[in-house]
Structure formats: structure tokens, C-alpha cells
């Protein structure tokens, strides 16, 4: 029997490292779940093929009117509950929390503590995201 505990969670990185075997090296468990927050996160509505609102279009926040500080952190966590609901359903959001101090420069620093539905591990997203370069 291996000490190695079992993956419940595998994907290919955006990078596509190779591994020292010559194997594209995966992420596991936590590494492959933030993966996928940051593809959602990152991602506008249309964002994937036959998915017409995949993604969060919190790009649009650009271009509303500067609403204060208070509402526009609502509205993104709101984006980001909404979208992290129906395509990341393996985990349960436990606390997010958004830093909009850089706004003003298109940048918003999301962090989202989630455990996932195993029940045992949790995890912590922790990214600033360029809401001008979302695609």
C-alpha cells in the first residue's frame, strides 16, 4: 500500500511544465482547485465554448460609475458566490474577502477560503487580478 495520499483533485497546469520523468507535471488536490477558481475568476461570460456564462464579468465593474467602495466589493463577491456556485461545486465558500485599494488601476486582490466537499481540507485562494487584462 503507498504512503502517497490519494489526488481527489487532478489538472495540467496553465504552464505545462515538464517533470523530471519527462510527464507534464500536475496539480493536485488545492493547487488544481485554485486552478480552476482563477480560470472562472478570470474569465468574462462567453468566456468558454457552449458556456454562455461561464466566468464572472467583473471586468464590467470598469466601466460603471465609481459606486462606493462598499458596493462594488458587494457586487464582485456577489460575481464571484454566483459563478463559484455552479462551476466549482466541489468546494464550499467559507469567506471571501476582496481588496479594491488598487481599483483605480483595474486590479483587485481576491481572497476566498473554501473547504472543499470532503469535508477534511481547506484551502485559501489568494490572487490580485487584473480586471483589464480578464478575457
Request: aromatic residues 8%; proline residues 3%; negative net charge.
Amino acid at each position: 500500500m503507498s504512503n502517497t495520499p490519494f489526488a481527489y483533485r487532478r489538472d495540467i497546469p496553465f504552464s505545462l511544465e515538464i517533470d523530471e520523468t519527462g510527464d507534464l507535471k500536475m496539480l493536485e488536490d488545492v493547487d488544481a482547485i485554485n486552478q480552476s477558481i482563477y480560470s472562472i475568476l478570470v474569465s468574462n461570460n462567453s468566456g468558454k465554448n457552449l458556456e454562455e456564462e461561464f466566468g464572472t464579468n467583473m471586468s464590467d465593474i470598469l466601466f460603471e460609475n465609481n459606486a462606493p467602495g462598499e458596493f462594488i466589493k458587494f457586487e464582485i463577491i456577489n460575481k464571484i458566490e454566483t459563478s463559484l456556485k455552479i462551476y466549482e461545486p466541489s468546494i464550499d465558500i467559507s469567506e471571501i474577502d476582496i481588496n479594491t485599494d488598487n481599483i483605480s488601476n483595474g486590479e483587485v486582490r481576491v481572497i476566498i477560503s473554501y473547504l472543499v466537499k470532503d469535508g477534511i481540507t481547506s484551502g485559501t485562494f489568494d490572487e490580485t487580478l487584473s480586471l483589464e487584462k480578464l478575457t
